[in-house]
């Protein structure tokens, strides 16, 4: 005669304790906030932002990179300024490309209370991802500045130039025991700017003793870096590039390495 009283605790139980879990489940989605602000770039046909952004879906574009968080439970977001209230609110930072006044007649520069604030934010647990450029392409002033706080900085070049279709000119082979490059024996980097590094700053992948994308663990976040904007769409499949490449996989691969890092970061997020 007991059985149905008991049927009827677990079921009281299961009711109160199943939306707490779902709950927890919400608030643990990592979420990744693609920057619009340092580059804002603005379509001269159709006056609308492009250039290295999630809903770009051209060649210019990061569509392609944003499914690849987005299959694997992330959120993907666009963000403007950064501030604590903004910062807050997400788990991974990127940062691409900041604009010169070629591309954009007002940038809106890395200024010091923005990188006071990103500072701190990644030393509070938050994932910073910076996809530079090179020389001609990219303001390295003020970006520098944030690089410093991570022992790191941009150097004004252009590495890996090529010419016309001639991909092999921009092919990395010699690829290091790292999880980026988990299962990954060659990948393609175009014009691309080498980075200085020190302190707690290390690299991971080095070539003729330039450093072309380097890590720190930061107070209880990361960094990652790398002086192009290198897995937009142009260059993350084989639409134009030999099949030889595998910057899907290595995309791939920093997805989940940055997320990895991100995981720290859960329940912290506030509203």
């Given amino acids: 005669m007991e059985k149905p009283k008991v049927l009827i605790m677990n079921?009281?139980?299961?009711s109160l304790i199943l939306p707490v879990f779902l709950v927890q489940d919400l608030f643990s989605q990592p979420v990744v906030g693609l920057d619009n602000w340092y580059n804002h770039e603005t379509n001269a046909k159709t006056g609308k932002p492009y250039h290295y952004l999630w809903t770009d879906t051209e060649f210019s574009g990061y569509s392609r990179w944003g499914e690849i968080f987005t299959g694997r439970g992330a959120k993907i977001t666009t963000i403007g300024r950064p501030d604590a209230g903004v910062l807050n609110k997400i788990n991974i930072y990127i940062i691409v490309d900041p604009d010169t006044t070629t591309e954009n007649p007002s940038p809106n520069y890395l200024m010091p209370e923005d990188i006071t604030c990103i500072k701190s934010w990644v030393e509070d647990g938050g994932?910073?991802?910076i996809l530079a450029n090179d020389g001609p392409n990219c303001e390295f002033t003020h970006l520098n500045e944030l690089m410093k706080q991570f022992s790191m900085t941009?150097?004004?070049?252009?590495l890996?130039?090529?010419t016309g279709n001639n991909f092999e000119m921009g092919a990395s082979t010699?690829?290091?025991d790292h999880p980026l490059f988990r299962g990954v024996t060659k990948i393609y980097i175009k014009e691309v700017s080498d980075i200085n590094i020190s302190g707690n700053a290390k690299a991971i992948l080095t070539e003729k003793g330039k450093v072309l994308m380097a890590e720190n663990r930061y107070g209880k976040g990361y960094v990652f870096a790398i002086g192009d904007p290198w897995i937009y769409n142009?260059?993350?499949d084989h639409d134009r590039?030999?099949?030889?490449f595998e910057n899907r996989k290595a995309a791939e691969n920093l997805t989940e390495l940055l997320l990895s890092y991100a995981k720290k970061?859960?329940?912290a997020i506030k509203d």
């Fill in 174 to 176: 010699d690829l290091p």
């Fill in 241 to 244: 590039l030999p099949e030889s």
């Fill in 265 to 267: 970061r859960h329940g």
């Fill in 154 to 158: 941009f150097n004004h070049v252009t």
């Fill in 127 to 129: 994932v910073l991802a």
């Fill in 234 to 236: 142009e260059y993350i």
């Fill in 11 to 14: 079921f009281l139980f299961i």
């Fill in 160 to 162: 890996h130039p090529v």
